[in-house]
């Protein structure tokens, strides 16, 4: 009996650590286990940057991410404009924005792109000089990376995308221009200008292998840094064809217009200033050495001094069609808007 009674004590001080918890179906009860309550989120201190999980610009989605920088009349950067002074218009219909914010340190992709033609003989030693001086300055290991094209009848790649700044002063060193001598035919000065930007916008650009399947979602620049007189004699595709391939790959195109002795005989400056202009860049004309090296120093701080916006497109359909973009500024008569045209609508995928 007294044995009985002892089991029967046993059980009733044990009863209540068993009722007190309930487990999940397949998981042990822990003992002394405490439910946990959740901890309110910690506040984000405000950053330049966007971070990681922020939906508005992950690519994937339906929305439209938008960089764009502003000047003033003397072609200074402006970096004052505030989001209320901001409309955006796609084809001509106002859009909410759900991002906006200045930018100066977002991973940038660079293609430098060299005319090795006749006209640039005189000019080059000066070229590779800044070109090496902007990479220096402008390109982050680890972060940014930049490619090196020449053409002249045909395109030829010096250097893929890196983010080593001696494998792109190597290849710079390794560029040697040499005039062409006897009977080469047409071609002897010819130049592929067109070609030279569609294949930098198309191959260069639009594939990045140093950033993984999962860094998709962040926002990456996209520049092309021309140096030529914008003459073509050559391509086998059109400057239509140019322009739209850097639409597609989201390239902004630098041109520097630049001949023999810094001369402007022959420099095409109505090719390069609607290349550039259709695309969100500018067009530069130096006169000598000083300005070409003031040049690459302007499009520097130009790339470091944009704004983001992005914003949800009315219009949803996924037809593949080209989109206008305008961007205003209310107010600001002394301020100009330097951004891409536009771009193509995602395609709705046919499932199989």
Same mark, same amino acid.
């Given at each position: 009996?007294?044995?009985?009674?002892?089991?029967?004590?046993?059980?009733?001080?044990?009863? &209540?650590?068993?009722?007190?918890? !309930?487990?999940?179906?397949?998981?042990?009860?822990?003992?002394?286990?405490?439910?946990?309550?959740?901890?309110?989120?910690? !506040?984000?201190?405000?950053?330049?940057?966007?971070?990681?999980?922020?939906?508005?610009?992950?690519?994937?989605?339906?929305?439209?991410?938008?960089?764009?920088?502003?000047?003033?009349?003397?072609?200074?950067?402006?970096?004052?404009?505030?989001? $209320? %002074?901001?409309?955006?218009?796609?084809?001509?219909?106002?859009?909410?924005?759900?991002?906006?914010?200045?930018?100066?340190?977002?991973?940038?992709?660079?293609?430098?792109?060299?005319?090795?033609?006749?006209?640039?003989?005189?000019?080059?030693?000066?070229? !590779?000089?800044?070109?090496?001086?902007?990479?220096?300055?402008?390109?982050?290991?680890?972060?940014?990376?930049?490619?090196?094209?020449?053409?002249?009848?045909?395109?030829?790649?010096?250097?893929?995308?890196?983010?080593?700044?001696?494998?792109?002063?190597?290849?710079?060193?390794?560029?040697?221009?040499?005039?062409?001598?006897?009977?080469?035919?047409?071609?002897?000065?010819?130049?592929?200008?067109?070609?030279?930007?569609?294949?930098?916008?198309?191959? /260069?650009?639009?594939?990045?292998?140093?950033?993984?399947?999962?860094?998709? $979602?962040?926002?990456?620049?996209?520049?092309?840094?021309?140096?030529?007189?914008?003459?073509?004699?050559?391509?086998?595709?059109?400057? %239509?064809?140019?322009?739209?391939?850097?639409?597609?790959?989201?390239? /902004?195109?630098?041109?520097?217009?630049?001949?023999?002795?810094?001369?402007?005989?022959?420099?095409?400056?109505?090719?390069?200033?609607?290349?550039? $202009?259709?695309?969100?860049?500018?067009?530069?004309?130096?006169?000598?050495?000083?300005?070409?090296?003031?040049?690459?120093?302007?499009? %520097?701080?130009?790339?470091?001094?944009?704004?983001?916006?992005?914003?949800?497109?009315?219009?949803?359909?996924?037809?593949?069609?080209?989109?206008?973009? $305008?961007?205003?500024?209310?107010?600001?008569?002394?301020?100009?808007?330097?951004?891409?045209?536009?771009?193509?609508? &995602?395609?709705?995928?046919?499932?199989?």
């Amino acid at each position: 009996m007294r044995i009985v009674i002892t089991l029967i004590a046993i059980i009733v001080l044990l009863a &209540p650590a068993f009722g007190g918890q !309930k487990s999940k179906p397949g998981q042990k009860p822990s003992q002394g286990q405490k439910p946990t309550q959740a901890k309110p989120q910690d !506040k984000q201190a405000p950053n330049d940057d966007i971070a990681e999980d922020e939906g508005t610009v992950r690519l994937g989605t339906d929305l439209v991410n938008l960089l764009f920088s502003a000047v003033d009349r003397n072609n200074r950067v402006v970096n004052d404009i505030r989001q $209320e %002074e901001i409309t955006i218009l796609e084809d001509g219909r106002p859009q909410q924005l759900f991002t906006f914010k200045r930018e100066s340190t977002l991973p940038i992709n660079i293609a430098i792109l060299m005319d090795l033609s006749g006209s640039q003989e005189y000019t080059f030693p000066q070229e !590779k000089m800044a070109a090496s001086q902007f990479l220096r300055s402008v390109i982050r290991p680890g972060k940014d990376s930049a490619a090196i094209l020449t053409f002249q009848d045909d395109v030829e790649l010096a250097q893929g995308l890196t983010s080593k700044i001696d494998s792109l002063n190597r290849a710079l060193d390794s560029i040697q221009y040499a005039r062409r001598f006897g009977n080469t035919g047409a071609r002897r000065q010819a130049t592929a200008l067109y070609d030279a930007i569609y294949i930098a916008a198309d191959e /260069v650009l639009a594939r990045d292998p140093y950033r993984s399947a999962m860094a998709d $979602e962040a926002v990456t620049r996209r520049a092309i840094i021309l140096l030529t007189d914008g003459v073509d004699n050559a391509s086998s595709r059109k400057l %239509e064809e140019a322009i739209d391939r850097a639409w597609r790959s989201g390239a /902004v195109v630098y041109a520097i217009g630049i001949g023999d002795r810094f001369r402007f005989e022959g420099v095409r400056e109505d090719i390069l200033r609607r290349v550039s $202009e259709e695309t969100g860049g500018r067009a530069y004309f130096p006169h000598g050495p000083d300005d070409l090296m003031e040049d690459f120093r302007q499009i %520097e701080h130009e790339l470091r001094s944009q704004y983001l916006v992005a914003y949800s497109p009315t219009n949803t359909a996924r037809d593949g069609s080209f989109r206008r973009i $305008e961007v205003q500024v209310a107010g600001r008569n002394d301020v100009r808007v330097v951004h891409r045209r536009g771009y193509y609508a &995602p395609v709705e995928e046919v499932k199989k």
